[in-house]
């Protein structure tokens, strides 16, 4: 990006002075395009067609038009929701195309709040977002924080070492005095610590878990030998295997008896039926199995919509 | 290496510095902000809010950065204040940051030796000027590398502001390494932004260290790194007293050639003439009792005439106790306008305290003290006197002070130790202030060392400009502090002279508490002899010094005239 400024007379003297130059000119920019950015929000994803019932939801919904509502979301997961690679001012992935097709339907833009896992409730309870879009598990204990509408079933995937070294075979007792890597607020947490008993009457060791903050850190954990597994959507792990074929591999894939859901707050039950009939507009247009191909993930992960709340 | 590169110079990362910056300077400038308050709060004298400052400081020093963020931008929406994620991070940062720029402005609020902050009092400058003018310029010299590092500190704990959904560098890296599997590349770039970032502020700091090194003259600043100016200074200051011979002679031509044009003129040759003499002699100035002229002629004639005279101050009945010790004991005095009194008496007798009163700087007990006929420490409504009520009193009634540890300020020139309290407290413009300080150089032999720092100038010389430095505003009175307690031997002598030639040539009312007694035959018109808070004996100098009355007086005179014997004999 320097070469074109090279004096030919001296050309070393500033070829070693231009660069830094010209980074502080850019860094400068940056810092004067900060005012604009603060103001216009965060990048926002690409859009979609609308289906035919959206307009009578808009009319029955009007709050909402032209409204602009913030998605939590913890971008550190592939295929869901991560920054595009190759135009990282944009997240995409298949959580974004949904929680966009929802928002064109009901009239709404989405601008997006990259928060830790662990933050994704927390965030929506303060206000500080309208909505999370984000491969969250709608589990009973979270439904304390949150209202779902579920939109897929759950599939996970057995992330180890090439070879698998230590022959984990799922969320059993195969895992006894191993390490996993998983995220803080995982659902897959309490199940690997469930094993507890299971492994002592079997005269075993239980199983560690070590907690990070995003996917990366998870991978990288089990790249630097630090853990043997993760355990995580099976999107998730096989993304993680296309990035490191020659390091990791899915040792084979389970099923969790839970599904995944919008998490809306508590006290919008309005919002919460909006995105609802939004939903069930974009399933039976087909729409969201044309996602679920988009990001090749199987066509079997689609759900009708059900509510999970708790009382 | 080229993903690093690639990474290096992605504008999305890029950018992210730009809320990195943002964060950090919010945090440190709210920081700063909360720092002054925390700091003026525990240097109040207000007990409740130093409590409350220090219990601010316990929380908010101990409790994690991240958790602090997280309740910004998480709790606080439940109470109805929703910042931005940017705003709950500034306010995050601003209140850890605060009581640790606390701790940084007190420290260099507390470095300021107390001994200027006397003198700045006594010079009638009030808590505003004097933390302007005195505290401040020195302070901040000293913090300046604690606020490097803090500076540092809080740009990388910008980075924790990720949690709350700051779009900053760190957050940024993070969620790319999620999205390109590439997390070292961008872990590196990411690093090495955040080296330049305080590579800068480290650099901010080097200039501001440079800028603000008061042994560099501006024009000079980069230049005293090389060796032969360096060399040159140190010659300088070695040879200072063979330069003060030359200059002073050649200050003593010229003003010859004016002294048609007054006597004032006339005068100022006379003493730069002397005062070279003494320091060209080394002999002369090693012997301090050695002093020019002969104790004052027609004695009695003067203490007469004296007594005639109104009276400059007059203290009655004054009481003062340090907890349960007495340090004046209904102490009684009168000097008249013109007089020179010498204070003697044995350590602890009360006789800084005497002085201290005098000047207002200590607050007594019971009884009165006049000075110009004024009573000192009551407003014309009778209520008592704040601090800055105090400080207009002293620049006011026109007490001048000389202390043992000479006080000057030591960020300041001689010039300006002299002219600045001229503009400051008198309101006297530069042009006069200047023309008034360097003249007064003069008078102390010290012209050629106006724009020299304190700590450049001996001991002696530093004395001098104390007392150019409290004649300048014309005082009334000047009082003296043991004024050449703290000077090695060979420099008693120079100071001394000065003070004589005050005596004898401006005829100032002067109170010098000394342990110098020839000097205080030669000088003083009167001695008074204290001890125990009381005046034990009082009387015209040369009789009370050649034969005291009261035995406390003989065996104290008879001690210090040992010594004194010993020290004279070389």
Redesign the interface.
Known sequence: ?HTGVIDHRNGRRLAGRFPLAL?WR??IA??V??LA??ASG?AMAAGTTTPAECKALQAKYPQLKGKTLTN?IN????GYE????ND??KYIGFDIDLGEAIGDCLGFKMAY????FA?LL??L????ADIVISDIYATEERAKAADFITYSKVFDGVLVAKGNPKKITGINTSMCGTTAAENTGYVEVPLINALAPACKSGGKSEATVQLY????NC??AILAGRADTYINDVNTVDQ?VK??PDKLEKATAVTLPYSVGIGVPKDKPEFRAAVMAALLAIQKSGMQNEMLKKWSLPAENIEAPKLIVSN | MDLFLHYLSLPYLLSGIGFTMAVTALGLGGGLLVGLVLASMQLSKVGPLAVFARGYTVIFRGTPLILQLVFAYDALPHIGLKLSAIGAAGLALSLNEGPFIAEILRAGVLGVERGQLLAGQALGMTPAVMMRRVIAPQAIRTIVPALGNESVSALKNSSLASVIAVDELTLRSTQLASSTFDFFSIFFASGLMYLLLTGAIALIQLIAEAALDLDRPAGERFAHLLPWRRAKQGEDELAAPARAEGAEGAEGVQAQTQAAQGAMVAHATAKTGTSAAAEADPLASRAPLRLVGTPRPDRAKRYAELAQRPAAVRVTGLHKRYGKQTVLDRFDMTVQTGEVIALLGPSGSGKSTLLRCINHLEQWDAGQIHVGGRRLGYREDGRPMSQRDLANERASVGVGMVFQQFNLFSHLSARENIAGPLRWVHGVNAIEADRRAFELLERVGLAHRADALPRHLSGGQQQRVAIARALAPNPRVLLLDEPTSALDPELVGEVLEVIQRLAVEDGLTMIISTHQLRFADQVADRVVFMSGGNVVEEGPAHELLTHPQHPLTTRFLNVMGADHRLEAAP
Do not use: F, W
Request: glycine share 2%; proline share 12%; aromatic share 2%.
């Open positions: 990006m980074r850019e860094l940056c810092v395009c900060l950015v603060l965060r939590a971008p550190h997961t592939p991560a920054l595009d690679p990282p001012s709040k990259p928060v830790t933050a927390t965030t309870q303060s206000g500080q903050d995003n996917n990366a991978i990288q993680a990035a490191y």
